[in-house]
């Protein structure tokens, strides 16, 4: 972002509920992190939402961008 000051970074803790495993044999284990919703459509939405806070709060112009490693 040309002209940029500042960046802000966040973390998310994606840690989804666990379902139990299919029964052993049927089908190969799913790891944690892909039993829940894809964390790309998680945090877009909630770095939207947190540009959008920014700029009504700011009192001056805000420009960014929400990038979620993709």
Do not use: K
């Not at 803790?13 to 829940?36: C, E, F, I």
């Amino acid at each position: 972002l040309p002209g940029a000051r500042a960046a802000l970074v966040v973390a998310f803790d994606y840690h989804p509920p666990l379902a139990p495993d299919p029964p052993t044999g049927l089908v190969p284990h799913v790891s944690a992190y892909a039993r829940g919703a894809d964390y790309h459509d998680v945090m877009a939405p909630r770095l939207a939402a947190l540009l959008a806070f920014l700029r009504r709060e700011a009192g001056a112009a805000v420009d960014g961008r929400c990038y979620v490693d993709t």
